[in-house]
């Protein structure tokens, strides 16, 4: 792995030999709020191409944390993967293995480990990222209500309930301290029913299923959120699960607005 980059060189980089990580991110939500993954994967690996090129190391790492999940929602497993191992590895040669940074690619790097089917590799970067973002961030941070909650669908995975519930609650208290995050909340209520019918069955957990799915629907219907890509892409994700307990008219409801942003999006356009 990595046997291609010359660390040492790429760290001597003139500071203008950069990439511009604010034109890449504002063109890479461009293509994610149509549903252009494979345009975003394009883009992502152009600028790959160019910060390796150019000898600038954070700007690789910083388009690796990206690509990671692009590729994640593509269901490309080798690419989510080697994005993951690639951008940690970077981690010593930027020196900054305690920063904030860090601590977002361990979470992204733990997110697809889980994603694609090693929960125990997930759980081992999200302890990382834990010690960083606790250490480091302020209680009320939105990034530690990310982390929580994708910690919490690792453990899931791996039977540990208690402490799965511990952290989706953890998660639900940071973002209920923000000021737009209904979206976040109605995800992690949604990750409360799958648990609950994990851990209790899901006859014994009927009632508590219900519960946690009229939570989620009434955060995901919320007049006050807006209506944008990030919206729909939410939308999307959240309607099988309401789709699989049964609630088909919201699972609908859900689908035909993220489609309606969408078009509204230009998805579909010339690429």
């Known amino acids: ?22 034109r890449v991110r504002t063109r890479l939500d461009e293509y994610v709020g149509r549903r252009d993954y494979a345009g975003a994967a394009r883009h992502l690996a152009y600028w790959l191409a160019e910060a390796r090129a150019l000898g600038d190391t954070r700007g690789e790492f910083a388009v690796l944390n990206e690509r990671m999940g692009v590729c994640r929602k593509m269901g490309d497993g080798p690419g989510a993967l080697q994005s993951a191992e690639e951008a940690l590895a970077l981690l010593p040669v930027l020196e900054n293995e305690d920063s904030i940074a860090a601590g977002t690619a361990y979470v992204n790097a733990g997110t697809v480990s889980d994603c694609f089917g090693d929960p125990e590799t997930a759980i081992a970067r999200f302890e990382a990222a834990r010690r960083i973002y606790e ?44 000021r737009s995050g209904q979206l976040e909340r109605a995800i992690t209520w949604l990750n409360l029913a799958d648990l609950a019918a994990a851990s209790l069955g899901p006859d014994a957990a009927e009632e508590r299923i219900a519960e946690h799915l009229r939570t989620a629907e009434a955060l995901l219907t919320d007049p006050t959120v807006p209506r944008n890509g990030y919206y729909a892409f939410v939308c999307e994700k959240c309607a099988p699960t309401f789709s699989y307990y049964g609630w088909f008219g919201t699972a609908s409801d859900l689908q035909a607005a993220a489609d309606r942003i969408y078009r509204e999006n230009g998805e579909g356009a010339a690429r």
């Open 135 to 178: 250490a480091s961030l302020a209680p009320e941070d939105e990034r530690l209500g990310g982390l929580y909650n994708n910690m919490a669908l690792a453990l899931t995975d791996l039977g540990r309930y208690g402490e799965a519930e511990d952290c989706y609650r953890r998660a639900l208290a940071v973002m209920e301290r923000q």
């Open 1 to 22: 792995m990595n046997d291609y980059i010359d660390f040492n060189a790429r760290c001597r980089c003139a500071p203008e030999d950069t990439i511009p990580m604010d």
